[in-house]
């Protein structure tokens, strides 16, 4: 035997490996050109300048007032159109995973079904039935409950009902699919030793749906860190968030390395949650891949 | 350095363009796209290129200042004559991005007013931001200076201001008492005080014109400052919406060439026949804007109805301010424009 006969599964297995690279090479490719490239090109320009090297736009995170209210602004409707997304969300996938077959389908239906309307028209309904004149306070005021209008659209409330709304899915969709595979067995056997419904579901249940959970947080947080058309509609002007900050700096200000400073400070932000969650459970179930 | 993809494919498109129309005289013309520029297409650049037997090619963008320092910095010119704010063109100007204009020939433009020109540009066209408010809601007794629309006891009801300091800066300052012919330069500081004052009342701070419409075509808010077009639309399709141009802003867009435009001397002919005031004259049948050139008033192309609802003819351009493009251009302008963020947000 010399060294150049190999083993036959490990030439099989490069062979393998050749292939599949071969099949990765186009989706490789576009993801390289269409978004890595252009994400080093943003990072770029914000810290080089007029053919020199800057930390300007850096600088201003440090003492531009807007730049820190709107990133605390953008967090704060994150973390409420979250942790409502959860209250909502959750009630919602336990029962689609609990009942029979064709219900959890209906249900599902019904949760995905907005999902497929654009994101706009959707921001419109709600500006129909929010404003002033719109459908719940005509309603409202014609049943004699209220006498003045409530403002419910045009300002933060506004924007996150609709947020709540788009990213819904989102949240029901992972704890759905971590709850099915929760097997019955193990509810049954904690009420067969005694414990109550309350009991079983906060010691059995919740624990077992909590890669869901997370997985559902962070696809909602991470999501809403971005929205963009929904605060621009229903904020009334002074709901801003990172994504109008970087519009505005370049519509109005013309100003293109602050608005890659902001994007890259903001992706940052976004890894950062990632990182976080995956110290909590693994990426890939985040993405729902196992 | 600011090279951007689109201009690759823009300027591909272009090469494509001028090779099919190479014969003819030509010229790039750029607007804002939409209706606005498809009305212009009616009203000016089809007469214009019959008047001269020239090709007018166009391209649109909806902020062409961006795109003028992106061809000024990559070198390669492509657009000739922009119709866009004065104060891009004044600007562009004195960075050395937008030609100097030679006035002697552009003898179309003689008789308008000093104010409608710049050594960069000249007015094309006009629009006004006024004051609208909901007839059903004010009845006889509607606001008519920006006194009132401060005045939240006399005229209670909900109000919307555009998110933006360009005019709103000048109502809160004619709101507060300066004279309409000293509010330049801008007393900064007590304008933003005023607007204090007003903003717990603003429901709306608007981003777009469209958005502007709908909160008076839907009655949510009582008050608004508006571009007059976006106005008389609501008002054409029947909303009980009132306006006058009384303290109304008046604004327009410029002509103004790029520097080293591909086409110049023809740049310069479309410059001067875009103003003939007959050619003018026909900004009002297509669209609400006015004319830019007054002499098209006398044309008795427009009649004194239809005159009467445009914001640049004699009569109203006489009780509106007009906005001043050399002070919001100027680093006062900017520095104004960088502090309505932090403003807004708290």
Known sequence: ?290 | MTYRLSMIALSASAAVFLAGTASAEQVTFVSQGGAYQEAQTKAILDPVAELLGITVNQDSSPDAWPVIKTQAASGKIIWDVIDTPAKDCIRGGEQGMIAKLDFSKIPNAGKMPAAYKSPYSVAYEFYSSVLAYNKDKFGDNPPKTWADFWDVKKFPGARALRNHPLATLEAALLADGVPADKLYPLDVDRAFKKLEEIKPHVSVWWTSGAQSAQLLADGEVDMEMAWNGRVAAVVKEGAPIGYSFNQGFLQYTSLCILKGAPNMETAVKFVNAALTPDIQANFPAYIDYGPGNPEAYKTGKISPERAAEMPSSPENAAIQVLVADEWWSSPAGEDAQKRWASFIQQ
């Open chain 1, 1 to 290: 035997m010399t060294k150049s006969t190999r083993n036959p599964s490990e030439l099989h297995e490069r062979r393998e490996q050749r292939l599949m690279l071969l099949l990765l090479a186009p989706a490789l490719l576009v993801i390289i050109i269409l978004l890595v490239l252009p994400l080093l090109w943003l990072a770029w320009q914000s810290i080089w300048q007029d053919g020199r090297f800057t930390l300007a736009h850096y600088e201003r995170f440090l003492t531009d007032s807007v730049y820190w209210a709107t990133f605390l602004q953008t967090f704060r409707i994150a973390a409420i159109v979250t942790l409502l997304t959860v209250v909502l969300g959750y009630p919602v996938a336990y029962v689609a995973a609990g009942a029979p077959q064709r219900w959890s389908i209906l249900i599902l239906t019904m949760v995905l079904l907005p999902f497929w309307t654009s994101v706009l028209v959707r921001a419109y309904a709600w500006l129909i039935l929010l404003q002033r004149n719109g459908i719940i306070n005509s309603a409202l005021t014609g049943s004699g409950l209220i006498d003045t209008p409530l403002r419910l659209v045009n300002n933060e409330f506004g924007t996150v009902m609709a947020t709540i709304h788009i990213l819904l899915p989102f949240m029901v969709l992972p704890l759905y699919a971590t709850m099915k595979k929760i097997p019955g067995e193990l509810t049954m056997a904690g009420a067969s030793l005694g414990g109550s419904p309350m009991h079983v579901f906060l010691r059995v249940f919740l624990p077992l749906s909590l890669p869901g959970l997370i997985a559902g947080m962070v696809l909602v947080f991470v999501l809403t860190l971005g929205f963009y058309i929904t605060p621009e509609l229903l904020g009334g002007g002074r709901t801003y968030m990172v994504s109008m900050l970087v519009s505005r700096n370049i519509e109005v200000y013309n100003e293109w390395g602050a608005a890659s400073s902001i994007s890259v400070v903001l992706m940052i932000c976004v890894f950062l949650v990632f990182r976080l969650a995956s110290l909590l459970i693994p990426f890939e179930r985040i993405m729902g891949t196992r």
